[in-house]
């Protein structure tokens, strides 16, 4: 496609239950990013992909955030026993055949535990 | 219209007047700055960027600023339109794909 795909673009999930969330990034882009957008603030780094090696896991919250991007294209962001603190919008960015910055940006999987 | 200051978290612009976004970065050592424009619903956009070795660039409608020495960064947008009504984060960067991102400032345009 044109751009990142996320999906699903709307999650609610109960405290505890897994989620899975998964990113279709651009055609060709080697670098992968996740982050985490809380309401009214910037987003947050979370993890950086180059291929399908995971160069950068810095930012995951715990031990509860896993994420894995196989054969260097799709990517899944998995959090295990969610917690109410895990309610944001979680971000998926892509970058150019050449890797590094400037991110682009999918349009997010919101995620709302209750 | 402009904001000021190091957190001014709103700017509100008349159509048609140029806007001034302004931003305070906290590393020295960042070496490459994004604006990014968001809007209600969606992902960051990116607008424009610029490395520590300029300090002006111009894109479209629209100009960053870059001033080393006191750590600030700006967005101008020339003739403000509605649709450029949405927040505006600046983010820098001190290696080659982690971005830190501000605040962010939300830009309404009145008609």
Redesign the interface.
């Known amino acids: 496609g044109a751009g ?1 795909s996320q999906s699903p673009r709307y999650k609610v999930a109960k405290r505890g239950q897994d989620v899975a969330l998964r990113c279709d990034p651009i055609s060709g882009h080697v ?1 992968l ?1 996740w ?1 985490q957008q809380a309401l009214g ?5 979370l993890t ?1 992909f ?1 291929n399908e090696a995971q ?2 896991k810095s930012g995951l919250p715990s031990d509860r955030f896993f994420a894995e991007r196989p054969e260097g294209s799709v990517s899944t962001l998995k959090i295990q026993r969610t917690q109410q603190e895990d309610s944001a919008v979680y ?1 998926c ?1 892509s ?1 150019h055949p050449g ?10 999987t919101r995620l709302t535990v209750v | 219209g402009e904001s000021v200051g190091l957190h001014l978290p709103t700017l509100s612009v008349q159509e048609g007047d140029n806007s001034i976004i302004n931003c305070a970065y906290s590393n020295s050592a960042s070496d490459y700055f994004i604006w990014y424009k968001q809007e209600s619903g969606k992902g960051p956009q990116f607008i424009i960027d610029i490395r520590s070795n300029m300090d002006k660039r111009q894109g479209q409608r629209v100009t960053v600023l870059l001033n080393k020495t006191v750590k600030h960064l700006s967005l101008q947008i020339a003739a403000t339109q509605p649709g450029d009504s949405a927040v505006y984060f600046c983010a820098e960067a001190t290696n080659d794909y982690k971005l830190s991102f501000g605040a962010g400032t939300t830009v309404t345009v009145r008609a």
């Open positions: 990142v670098s990013f982050y603030q910037g987003p947050e780094f950086y180059q160069l950068d971000l960015a970058s890797g590094g910055l400037p991110a682009f940006f999918g349009q997010g």
